[in-house]
């Protein structure tokens, strides 16, 4: 018997708190001309005082379980992928857990910054195929602000908070079985995941602290043209590698859900793919980056909207600090 992994449900929580590029532009010498044409960012959501990760991801999990009708004791793994945990340790997916009330398997927190929701799509569709898990939650949630340097203007204007989620569960027959009536592939699931690391590019985009270097938390650092430069090159090259893989062509595509970055990133790997700009979920005006939140908050944002139908072919790919990157290619 083939096991697939089948998305079952997502859902997404944004702070309420919305920052515009106009309020930024009091505290920073910046306008919202620069970002706007730069970035394609016009606002981001900012968490509350003492609102932490884990209660962004608690309520992007109960969504994505609710919408999956399912409830948290059939869950027996949770991955949390972020780069911005409540504590140094316990892992934040831990304090989620309890908050969650699962009471089985095992709960742990995934560090590949941007690419994180790539990576733990990876990690989870290689747990189920392996037959050590049947559901799981796999979030990607972030205060990205609490490691922003706010005098800094390079940095401090690109990123939000916010998180998503989506529960993924082992189904029966691979996600090749016969296509159904519409002609698309009936078996749902992950037809693929791909992740990458260059880790001799980490001094390009990192936090300058942490608990063994300074144990201070730090601020994020980005040389961002250089990142800008790698972005192009390695997206092109993951979604090449996604689409090889499964044997199809860019114009099989029905929704590309990219991290949201810049918006000039995002029309870079459209034109590349020659996928009309319509078929690209784009959130990065309203949520800004969102680090490993902003894959599954593109997503849900899509799937409630009604654009992603079952039997679609979602297309999603990230990259991030370390250099790390990745894809994950989707049968809805
Ligand atoms: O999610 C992880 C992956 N991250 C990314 O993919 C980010 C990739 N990088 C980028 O998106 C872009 O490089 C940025 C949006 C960060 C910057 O855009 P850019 O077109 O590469 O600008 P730049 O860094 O080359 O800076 C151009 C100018 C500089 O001034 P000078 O040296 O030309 O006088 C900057 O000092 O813009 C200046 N600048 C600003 N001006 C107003 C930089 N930040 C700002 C700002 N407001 N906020």
Not at 313 to 329: I, Q, S
Request: proline share 3%; net charge negative; glycine share 10%.
């Amino acid at each position: 018997m083939t096991i697939r992994s089948e998305i079952i449900g997502c859902g997404s929580y944004l702070p309420e708190r919305l920052v515009t590029n106009a309020e930024l532009s009091k505290k920073v010498d910046t306008t919202d001309e620069w970002i706007f044409s730069r970035t394609g960012i016009r606002q981001r959501h900012i968490a509350a005082d003492g609102e932490l990760t884990s209660d962004l991801a608690l309520k992007a999990a109960n969504n994505a379980l609710e919408h999956a009708g399912i409830t948290a004791a059939e869950v027996d793994l949770l991955i949390l992928a972020t780069t911005t945990p409540d504590n140094t340790f316990p892992a934040t997916a831990t304090k989620v857990q309890s908050q969650l009330g699962m009471v089985n398997g095992a709960a742990f927190d995934i560090q590949a910054v941007c690419s994180g929701f790539v990576y733990g799509m990876a990690i989870a569709n290689n747990f189920i195929k392996a037959g050590q898990s049947k559901t799981v939650v796999l979030i990607g949630a972030e205060t990205f602000s609490r490691i922003l340097d706010w005098e800094d203007r390079t940095t401090c204007v690109l990123f939000g908070d916010g998180a998503g989620a989506v529960v993924i569960r082992a189904g029966e027959g691979g996600p090749d079985s016969p296509p159904g009536e519409t002609g698309h592939n009936v078996g749902r699931g992950i037809l693929s995941t791909h992740i990458h690391s260059d880790g001799s590019t980490n001094d390009l985009l990192y936090v300058d602290g942490g608990p063994s270097s300074t144990q201070t938390v730090g601020h994020v650092r980005m040389v961002g043209r250089e990142v800008f430069r790698h972005a192009v090159t390695n997206l092109a090259g993951i979604v090449d590698e996604a689409l090889e893989a499964n044997g199809l062509a860019a114009e099989d595509i029905d929704w590309l859900v990219p991290h949201q970055a810049n918006k000039r990133i995002l029309d870079g790997t459209a034109r590349k793919l020659g996928l009309p700009v319509e078929k690209m979920v784009v959130t990065v005006d309203r949520h800004a980056n969102t680090s490993a939140a902003s894959i599954p908050l593109a997503l849900d944002e899509a799937v409630r909207d009604g654009r992603i139908k079952r039997g679609d072919l979602v297309l999603m790919e990230a990259m991030g600090g370390g250099l790390t990157w990745g894809a994950a290619m989707v049968r809805w």
